[in-house]
């Protein structure tokens, strides 16, 4: 008998945390991501990560992404993560648009996946989400 | 297994099943996933899942692009909840038949009244239409069905036949429209007409919408309603104005469906439509498979060089498809 699985798209949740109202960022990398053949599910502004993380359990997804343009990125960051791993939700974290250089160490220290800055391409952003999720894999 | 969360890294589908029987939202999660992929797994969990199938009140809101379907189904699916009932939303939106990719945006309507209330909300993509959805939508209704929700709601964009046929599926089926829609010969056309349990006029707060209340009476007068007919209920979702009147529409409806016997019959119908189209993907890929096989490629080439008509060519397959 053939074998009728279908290849499961990547199923990745976007946000933005707090008052942060841009979501102009967030829409256009939707868009990019969607079009990389992802299945974006859409959360938009002023979510919490309590909210992020029951919205990645109910709809299975394998990754997490969230815009900051305010300067909140290492606070939020943190939060997220370790709402991650209080959840042991087992997915990626992906921080997109304004972070200053000094600030990506910090990131990536914390456990950031990928780091997407103004400029990042439709390539970069689809590549940086699935080598994200593969290294967890 | 396909990107295990750390929970539930390497754990068999049946145990997956009973965390999610359990009330585990992520394992609720992830079997929906393994539902929807197809396959082995997906197999097993159906096993697992329909002998606890048959409780819950499927309910379909379908409706044009921008109607406010998904606004007013988080105002439905958070007022059921406020009232005690278990609730489950399945919210289907279009893949890019181009990329394959999807963006599910239909929680950022329902989450604000939902979130925190019990309610379980999982967007699908199409994911290439086809036949495949005829088979992954029902098949996840039945889990989350299973798993013990009361009331399950799946919500589609009422644009295709393939969306229709979805919300075809369920017990009861609302069409939601808005006032300024159209007139009853829009309604007509749309095909949507013979497929409305309920209708709702969305954004009633808009004027127009007692005339397409009006539109919509005239239209069933000229239908057959003797078995059933429509009531027509309005809402302004993003208050909340008419939810309580459609709640006790569709429970109206499913209590006509009881008390004709209806439910068996719709069932029934499901059942078979459901069935139709697993069994013509099965065949589909035995066709195939005897097609590729070293008979299947000779018969090809005795037709090809003008040897053996069709006819014999088609008796030589079948007899190869269904040897004895």
Redo the contacts between chains.
Sequence with gaps: ??????E???RIVLAKLGLDGHDRGLKVV??M????????????LRQTTD?VI??V????A?AIGISMLNGGHLALSQKMINAINEA????PLIVGGIVPEADVEKLNEMGVAAILGPGSSSEDCVASVRAA?AA?? | M??????L?GLPVSDIFTRACDGD??A???V??IA???????IELGELAHKLTGNAHVVGITGAPGAGKSTLTGRLAATLAASGRRVAVLAIDP??PV???????D??RM?EHN?GTGT????M?T?GQGG?LAVAVPAAIRILDAVGFEIVIVETVGVGQIEIDIAGTADTTAIVVTPGWGDAVQANKAGLLELADVFVVNKADRPGASDSRRDLELMLDLSDTSEWRPDIVLTVGTEGDGVDDLITELARHRQHLADAGQLEARRRRRAQHELRVRAG?ALA?RL??ALNSAEGQSIITAMASGGASPASSLDRLLDELYPN
């Design positions: 008998m053939s074998d009728t699985t279908n499961k798209p990547l939707a868009r991501l969607r079009d990389g053949g992802l299945e974006v599910i859409y959360l938009g909210q029951a919205a359990e109910q709809e299975d394998d042991e939700a087992g997915v999720v967890l894999a | 396909n990107q295990p969360t750390s929970g890294r939202r992520r609720i999660g992830r929906l996933s929807e992929r197809g396959g082995t797994d997906s893949s890019s990329t394959g990719g999807a963006i599910l945006g929680r950022i989450d979130y379980f909300i999982r967007s993509a994911r495949g993907d890929n195939k498979d």
